[in-house]
């Protein structure tokens, strides 16, 4: 009986905020791990964040901090306005930091500490969408998130735009 209720109670919590939730990725018992990782994209934030964490790789590959300031204070707005707490306040603080960042030096070490964070999360969340790469940058000694298997070095720019290789899928 209880089962039953705890069901009904998620079937009309998730029909009144309008989210899809498949069976497989919503356990019952809240202490319950789940067993295979996210297929599809993500639900929000997670979405905008790759958005604009996107715009921000593709900045530092390009030697330019244009737009970064912006793209970072976004991930720090929508980190803290989750409210389902997918990404650490963490994320947020790494966000907001590399936001302050005016030389293309800093705002790469910034960077780096935010696509630490970043991947960490998305790792943890065990969301696997088949449209990201995870890359690495050996004389950096960084990794970082892009959207195609060609290699786009954010942290050495054009005097190393190809120095890395893909480690995984996001």
């Known amino acids: 009986m209880k089962r039953i209720i705890k069901i009904t109670a998620l079937a009309i919590t998730t029909i009144s905020l309008g989210i899809q939730i498949s069976p497989a990725q919503t356990p019952m018992d809240p202490s319950m791990k789940m067993d295979k990782p996210m297929t599809a994209m993500p639900m929000e934030p997670a979405p905008t964040i790759l958005t604009q964490y996107l715009l921000i790789q593709k900045a530092l590959a390009a030697d330019s901090t244009k737009g970064i300031s912006e793209a970072s204070t976004k991930i720090s707005e929508l980190v803290e306005k989750d409210t389902m707490k997918m990404f650490p306040t963490s994320l947020a603080t790494q966000a907001k930091a590399l936001a302050k960042q005016e030389k293309i030096e ?59 290789s893909i480690k995984g899928n996001l």
Not at 113 to 124: D, F, Q, V, Y
């Open 106 to 164: 800093d705002a790469r070490k910034g960077f780096a500490s935010l696509s630490a964070e970043l991947i960490s999360s998305l790792k943890a969340q065990k969301i696997n969408t088949g449209k990201f790469f995870i890359a690495e940058c050996p004389m950096a000694k960084a990794e970082w998130i892009q959207d195609s298997k060609k290699i786009a070095n954010p942290y050495y720019g054009s005097s190393m735009a190809t120095c890395g």
